[in-house]
């Protein structure tokens, strides 16, 4: 059977098993037929020897038999002997030949040298010591014929029920397995065709088959993320790089071409190492989004006490505290990741002050509303026009593309977004033009820790 698919071999054994199981129901229909008939017979002699126990007296010392006693009745011969076992009445049947003792109330079975007889014997007393025997006698059931008749009925039956089995049996496996064979198509398809949005689409179900498509299709969709991620990314950082690359390859060309001077070569060298920190920074931002995006970096939440996390981060950054003002009131506290949450309000501080006025200020705060809690970071900056506050959380989008490699890579605010989401929490806006802006991140207040 290893030459076998899995599905004929399954049917195999299954129309094995019911063959099994009709041969053991032959072998129980025989056993139970023989216990029947038996049981039968016996009940049939035992209620007829009775009856005629009923219908027999002794009158002045005769024996006297009632009008209902009948000595043959339904193939059951009814004897009666004497307490010296002598015949008295009844006629015994040719064919039982044997010896047989007389026993009180037992049916047994008496073999004879032509047939077997169950036999049954009932004392009836006379007196204190006389008495007569009643002795009834009926030829044991033959099942030999009931038997033949069986097997006879089985060879008939059973080729036409092992072909029904079998056919039976395969049309089972093969509508169980079709969802396999839709999983095994759907996977050559993409194998061939390269296409990872291809989905199994079988309804929910219960089943072992509905819950492997449900895994198959999550797994694909995974796998087609991590493919548009690496995708992203690849484009993302050939188009990003191309910049630096080009002021770094001009400038290592420009030097070997001409010989500066000492302070020439000093302006070079600082051109290059900008532009590699840029590099390095870009780099480093684009692997974290696609981290987020994939859910590689996941936000590992514990209880975070906010304003002390964010007196730790005004010590860190590089701004005077007159111009980063932290606007603190009662003690708040979130289930967050502190590395993440650190950085979205990092990016945020950077953004306004990279994007203020020239020696403006930002304004950072934390509030409960609700069942929220609040965390904003507002400026009196130049604020962002209407019609491009849906476009700055888009990767690469700058409001100021004036402003060149000094306006950032643009990923800030993108990143913003993943780690608000990594924390089941979203980004709003608020800018006026000329006025500033406000970014308010939304995180749930009442979590539990998990």
Known sequence: MKGLSVKLRIAVWLTLLAGLLASLLLVFLLSIS?????RTAMNQLSGIVRENLTQTGMVNGRLELGDDFRFYQ????????SKNKALLAGQLPISFTAEEEFQNGLTREVSTGTGKYLVLDLWFPVGWENGVWLRGMIEAPDNRQLTRNLLNVAMVIMPAFMASAALGSYWIVRK??????????TAASINEAHDLSRRIGLQPGQDEFSRLAGTFDQLFQRLELSFESEEQFTADASHELRTPVSIIKGACEYAEKYDETL???QETIAMIHRQADRMSELIAQLLSMTRLEQGIELAQLERVNLNELLCSLSEELPYESHRLILELQEEISVMADPSLLSRLVRNLVENAFKYGVPDGCVWVSACQSGSEVLLQVRDNGI????DQQDK???RFYRVDAARGSEGGAGLGLAIVRQIARAHGGYMTLESIPGKGSTFTLHLPGDRELI
């Open 34 to 38: 023989r216990l029947v008939s038996m």
């Open 74 to 81: 339904n193939g059951v011969s009814t004897l009666i002997y």
């Open 176 to 185: 169980a397995f079709r969802p396999l064979d839709s999983i095994t198509a």
């Open 263 to 265: 302070e020439e070569r």
């Open 383 to 386: 604020g962002i026009a209407p």
């Open 392 to 394: 700055i959380w888009q």
